[in-house]
């Protein structure tokens, strides 16, 4: 073919550097973060019909462990998988993540119906608030009746389907962070106050996973407000009539006790409010299974309260004999906690609710522990997730 040499083609070099860019973003995002920081918070969603479910993730990318929030369900901790400490897999960072709590296995409608309150934040109170009323500051305040039937009790906060602000997140070749935000304005139903929620989600090289809650009244016209919170992870086992449960053993325990009677609907046969009464309790010492049978395990719902919280506070473990996975909870500044064996009968997964809690059950009324903040007043709790073999 004749050549027409008075038409010359020099390289555009700023395409070509263009192009090169692209191709790397591609093969940092392709590849996790290869190229980049360690940790990667990522954004992530799951629709079922009409419901959808919108995500934050914090994400190892040498590892695979990663813990994954649900901002539309008040920061719902939906996924957490980490890496036993003790594995080699967690020294060399090459992968194997565990799953530790029992998610919505992205069912967006099972996220937006809550029958479970799985892995729910619980906030501006847990567990629950007796006949869902209370007194505060002379005037009587009457809270959303969401108790199991025949239960007329206020349960497990507010926050559950609000819808969180990303405040700030934090990704690098040591640790992975996010800070998310809700504001009461002071329209809710039996809580008309300013409160502010930021709640900082971590998951660190070391494969642990933890979470501040800082709960401030924002009110400027100089009125307190109460407060206490809670957690409701299902921490997954293989058999829960095998799995044994150890509270720790430097603290002396009480049992909170609540009003019994056949009155009251099964299994429980309790309005399950504090009496006032607690009594020493031994039970969760780690001597023994939780019992029962793998088809039907002891039912237990009980609420504990530390006597003497420890500096760092205290821990609890979850200890899975059939695969010798130990979970590790440490908890600052809650120091109660409720045991709940009924997932198995309820919902038929194997799993055990360890569950956090600021204050007792029923604080706005029996007032124990509970935290009243004045205006421009804090206050946090800390709560760590960690995993050995």
């Not at 919505?104 to 906030?123: F, P």
């Not at 700030?168 to 070749?173: E, G, M, R, Y």
Request: hydrophobic fraction near 35%; charge should be negative.
């Amino acid at each position: 073919e004749p050549r027409n040499d008075s038409v010359r083609t020099e390289p555009n070099m700023m395409a070509t550097t263009v192009r090169r860019g692209a191709v790397l973003l591609a093969c940092v995002l392709c590849f996790g973060g290869a190229f980049g920081s360690r940790f990667v918070i990522e954004d992530d969603s799951f629709q079922t019909g009409a419901d959808v479910a919108n995500l934050k993730v914090i994400r190892d990318s040498k590892t695979g462990a990663l813990v994954s929030t649900i901002l539309n369900a008040g920061g719902c901790v939906e996924d957490l998988l980490l890496v036993p400490a003790s594995s080699s897999s967690a020294r060399d960072g090459k992968g194997g993540a565990e799953r530790v709590l029992w998610s919505h296995n992205r069912n967006a409608t099972s996220v937006r119906e809550n029958g479970d309150w799985r892995g729910r934040m619980l906030i501006p109170y847990g567990n629950r608030i007796g006949g869902a009323k209370y007194t505060f500051n002379g005037t009587e305040y009457h809270l959303p009746i969401n108790d199991v039937a025949g239960l007329n009790n206020s349960i497990h906060g507010l926050l559950w389907n609000r819808t969180m602000e990303v405040v700030s997140t934090t990704a690098t070749d040591t640790v992975g962070e996010m800070v998310l935000r809700y504001d009461f304005d002071g329209s809710d139903r039996g809580y008309p106050f300013l409160l502010r929620v930021d709640i900082t989600y971590t998951l660190r090289d070391d494969s642990s996973f933890s979470f501040v809650v800082t709960a401030t009244n924002r009110d400027p016209t100089g009125w307190p407000l109460p407060f206490y919170n809670g957690w409701h992870p299902y921490f997954l086992v293989s058999d829960v009539s095998k799995a044994v449960v150890t509270l720790d053993n430097n603290i002396e325990w009480l049992h909170v006790d609540v009003k019994k009677g056949p009155q009251f609907p099964p299994p429980r046969y309790s309005n399950m409010v504090p009496t006032g009464h607690t009594h020493v309790y031994t039970r969760f010492n780690g001597s023994e299974a939780i019992g029962g049978s793998a088809a039907s395990p002891t039912y237990f719902d009980e609420e504990v309260k530390a006597t003497n919280l420890l500096p760092g506070g205290f821990l609890t473990t979850l200890h899975d004999p059939v695969t010798n996975r130990l979970v590790r909870l440490r908890a600052s500044d809650f120091p109660f906690m409720q045991v709940w064996t009924g997932g198995k009968s309820a919902f038929g997964v194997d799993a055990v609710v360890l569950e956090p809690l600021s204050a007792m059950s029923d604080a706005y009324n029996n007032h124990d522990n509970l935290h009243v903040l004045s205006p421009g007043q804090q206050f946090s709790t800390t709560f760590q997730v960690a995993l050995v073999h």
